[in-house]
């Protein structure tokens, strides 16, 4: 237990002590600022110094405040008698010690009490110091923000100086403007007065377009009269130019018959005068006169040709209906130099023109002098003779392929017979045979216009021609109906739905089947390999 009695130890006098030395050293550390920077950085070292000497003053408080066992070393110096003495000193303690027992209690609970609060003084401080440093990171930062804030307020003072410039520049653009703007008020003034002006001429103008428009509507009427006076003439005009144009190509047709009979009449007189003049005064052999009987029968060629031009079409016409067969040759692989193709009854020439110019190999014959000229006159190669004489002419074999268009019409059975067997005979094998003629399956082909042509002898039944060529030793006998660039069949059958539809529809059938049937068909046959 401590002693507070010991008469050294003034507990008043060192808590005056205390707190003068606590409030000397706290006017030394005092700044000028008590919200600067400075006092914080200062603060924790003159803390420590104060604890530090508080302490020092604690332990000798502390030291002192324990109870004495001797006296102080000063009274020893007194001349007593050394055994009185210490009896004296042991009750005199004693007595102090008693007397001062609450003032130890009361001078260690003081202490403690300072020390405890030295404690938390030194942990308040250490967390100061904790939150100094905190500040300082803090305000390093807001430094650094603020530095940062500086450098954009720089920028921000260039650009407002900047923005200034530029709008002192917009103003001194705005005055000019508006003086532009005052010059364009005194314009538009200036305008106004010569659209007024405009508008009275304007009025004056419309006063004297609709007069105008008065004497334009008489003026339209007039021409509208015009107009069909002169669509009524142009219609007239057109007709007399149809009927000029029908003269014209009549008139060349015969003006082409009668020079073509002309030369051939002058070849034929020719002819005899000669033979006359060779065989006076004697007179004409059985032979002569046979050959004058021949040479009759080209009497008509002329005519012929100008009917032909008449009745079976332009060339271009016959070109175009001949290229339908031009598939049926490239797929025989004939027309050339080894097996060339023969066209009997070659007429104008059409189809060797397109053979020639597909480059096919090809001749003609016929009997007509006149067409054989114009087919020589073209460059193609011709012969004047009759069929079955130049067919019966040609070794075995001989041929790719033998065509005839419309000419078997013109034949009789029996020489009809020979023809087929001829061609069959000079084809190679697996060659062809092509012949056309008229489809009287075509009511109007087989009741009128196959006889438009005096020198056909009777229609051909389809299935009767095939017949012929099967029966002659033809292989793979086809019969072609022929409708394109022929005829155009203009009758529909009706929609199933239509109520009508099953009974008119037989009927359209029957009249497309007889009126509207191919008007031609052409018998394709092959020879046996």
């Known amino acids: 237990m401590i002693n507070i009695n010991n008469p050294e130890i003034n507990v008043d006098e060192l808590m005056q002590r205390i707190r003068e030395d606590v409030a000397k050293r706290h006017g030394q550390v005092q700044p000028e600022n008590p919200t600067s920077k400075s006092i914080i950085s200062n603060s924790t070292a003159t803390f420590n110094h104060i604890f530090y000497h508080i302490d020092a003053l604690l332990r000798n408080a502390e030291s002192r405040s324990i109870t004495r066992t001797k006296w102080p070393d000063n009274f020893n110096k007194f001349p007593f008698n050394l055994s009185i003495i210490k009896n004296f000193q042991k009750i005199a303690l004693k007595i102090l010690s008693y007397i001062f027992k609450d003032q130890r209690e009361v001078n260690f609970n003081l202490i403690r009490a300072l020390k405890e609060s030295v404690g938390l003084n030194r942990q308040l401080i250490e967390e100061i110091a904790s939150l100094k440093a905190q500040m300082d990171e803090r305000l390093n930062a807001v430094d650094t923000s603020i530095q940062g804030m500086d450098k954009r307020f720089s920028a921000v003072d260039t650009s407002i100086q900047g923005m200034d410039e530029h709008l002192g520049a917009v103003y001194n653009r705005v005055s000019e403007i508006d003086n532009n703007l005052d010059h364009v008020d005194s314009c538009m003034s200036h305008l106004q007065e010569y659209l007024e002006t405009m508008n009275s001429r304007k009025q004056l103008i419309n006063d004297h377009l609709k007069t105008v428009d008065a004497h334009i509507n008489t003026v339209d009427e007039h021409l509208e009269s015009v107009d069909t006076r002169l669509e009524a003439m142009n219609e007239r005009l057109g007709a007399v130019n149809v009927r000029v144009q029908n003269l014209d190509e009549r008139d060349l047709r015969n003006d082409n018959y009668l020079k073509n009979d002309l030369v051939q009449q002058k070849r ?262």
């Open 268 to 529: 034929l007189i020719t002819m005899f005068l000669e033979e006359a003049r060779r065989r006076l005064p004697e007179p004409f052999s059985q032979e002569q006169l046979e050959t004058f009987a021949k040479e009759e029968q080209h009497s008509l060629d002329a005519f012929y040709v100008a009917f032909e031009d008449q009745f079976r079409g332009s060339r271009e016409v016959i070109l175009n209906k001949l290229k339908t067969y031009l598939p049926i040759i490239q797929e025989a692989k004939v027309g050339t130099p080894e097996l060339p193709i023969l066209d009997v009854g070659c007429g104008r020439g059409e189809w060797l023109e397109l053979l020639r110019e597909s480059g096919y190999k090809a001749r003609g014959i016929d009997i007509n002098r006149v067409m054989l000229e114009q087919c020589k006159e073209k460059g193609l190669e011709v012969i004047e003779s009759d069929v079955i004489a130049y067919l019966q002419s040609l070794p075995d074999a001989s041929l790719g392929a033998v065509s005839g268009f419309h000419i078997i019409e013109h034949l009789s059975f029996p020489i009809l017979m020979k023809l087929i067997d001829e061609t069959r005979r000079v084809l190679h094998s697996g060659g062809i045979a092509i012949f056309e003629t008229p489809n009287p399956e075509n009511i109007i082909v087989g009741a009128c216009n196959f006889y438009s042509d005096p020198t056909h002898l009777h229609p051909l039944f389809p299935p009767t021609v095939k017949f012929f060529f099967e029966q002659l030793g033809f292989l793979d006998v086809k019969l072609l109906r022929l409708r394109e660039n022929r005829l155009e069949d203009p009758l529909q059958l009706i929609e199933a739905d239509n109520p009508i539809a099953s009974h008119v529809n037989p009927l359209i059938e029957l009249a497309k089947f007889n009126f509207y049937a191919p008007p031609d068909f052409a018998v394709i046959a092959k020879k046996a390999q």
